[in-house]
């Protein structure tokens, strides 16, 4: 019997992989596609019909590039920083609360949290290992960055372990069959936003590839497969924010299509504004972090440990 759980378990693991690196190669057609409309254009659009196979031949391109690697680099670690920059950005995607026996549902908040700290080692080593100035300062940019937003983000999550008393995913479900959180929690729910923008490195926050002075950020000595990889991790993490938006503030129903179509539009959101908004001066990055979003989250943290407090009292 525990085989056969364990082989259930696999397949729907597999299964939603692979819909994951689907949806991902879909992801950039629409990115390209709402860009080049933003700046009064077309996007890709001569690889089939309307462009639409244009992600896969994409792919093929890059990954039967010749694979070059720097002379003076740390060869191992900057050949499997990506691979592993893409398993733990894969690797979230378990933690949804499907029902499917996947991993952690009674403290999926928490796995998430281990597995978004860990991504910034990754970020590091590839910018480190590659023995290029550029690339070492992009990576300390976005280790940075990343580490001043996950406090923020960690606060914000500690919020909602509080409000309903656990640590799983699963309890956003029941909670909202009434009220959206996003009602109740507007301001954590612009922060949670802005902070994912800051979180996978978007625009207006991509410090890490600043093209003026640091031409591509930290991956900017990979090529073909290594480049391929890191990309695939940047825009899985873009989906599992938005679907993560949507768990927390938007009724969590994920047997409903009307869950993926707000999922769609939270990923569209981050496209959009990276085709309206210029990049944000560094200081002002780190000023936002510390100075604006970490005492708006940390007092909400305290006023929900204060409700919580006065309604135990009440109750005894």
């Known amino acids: 019997m525990f085989y056969l759980d364990l082989l259930v378990s696999l397949v729907c693991m597999i299964l939603l992989l ?24 077309k996007g890709p659009n001569k690889v089939g019909f309307m462009g639409i196979p244009q992600p896969f031949s994409d792919a093929i391109k890059l990954f039967s590039k010749e694979q070059t690697f ?21 690797f979230m995607w378990m933690i949804i609360p499907y029902l499917l026996n996947l991993f952690m549902f009674n403290l999926s908040m928490l796995m998430f949290l281990c597995l978004t700290s860990m991504g910034v080692y990754t970020v590091m080593i590839a910018g480190w290992s590659s023995n290029s100035s550029y690339s070492m300062l992009g990576g300390m940019r976005a280790v940075a960055q990343t580490i001043s937003y996950e406090v923020s983000l960690g606060l914000i999550f500690m ?12 309890d956003f479900f ?25 979180e996978t ?8 590839e600043g093209e003026s002075e640091l031409v591509s950020g930290f991956n900017v000595e990979y090529s073909s497969g290594g480049f391929a990889l890191i990309f695939l991790s940047e825009y899985s993490s873009i989906l599992f924010m938005s679907m993560l938006f949507c768990i927390l503030f938007l009724g969590s129903n994920l047997f409903s299509v009307f869950f993926y179509l707000e999922m769609v539009l939270i990923s569209f959101l981050f496209i959009w504004v990276r085709g309206t908004m210029p990049r944000y001066r560094y200081d002002k990055l780190m000023y936002l972090a510390w100075k604006s979003f970490l005492p708006v989250s940390l007092n909400y943290l305290f006023l929900y440990l204060g409700f919580k407090f006065f309604l135990c009292s009440l109750l005894i």
């Open 201 to 208: 490195n978007r625009t207006p926050f991509d410090f890490a």
């Open 70 to 90: 720097p002379l003076l680099s740390n060869y191992i670690m900057y050949y499997y920083s990506p691979v592993m920059s893409l398993f733990l950005s894969l």
């Open 18 to 41: 692979v819909c994951v690196l689907i949806g991902v190669a879909f992801l950039t057609l629409l990115e390209r596609k709402v860009l080049g409309y933003i700046q009064i254009r």
């Open 174 to 198: 029941i909670y909202q069959e009434i009220i959206w959180l996003i009602f109740l929690c507007l301001p954590l729910a612009f922060i949670w936003f802005v902070s994912s923008l800051a």
């Open 159 to 170: 919020s909602f372990m509080v409000l309903i008393g656990g640590f799983s995913l699963l």
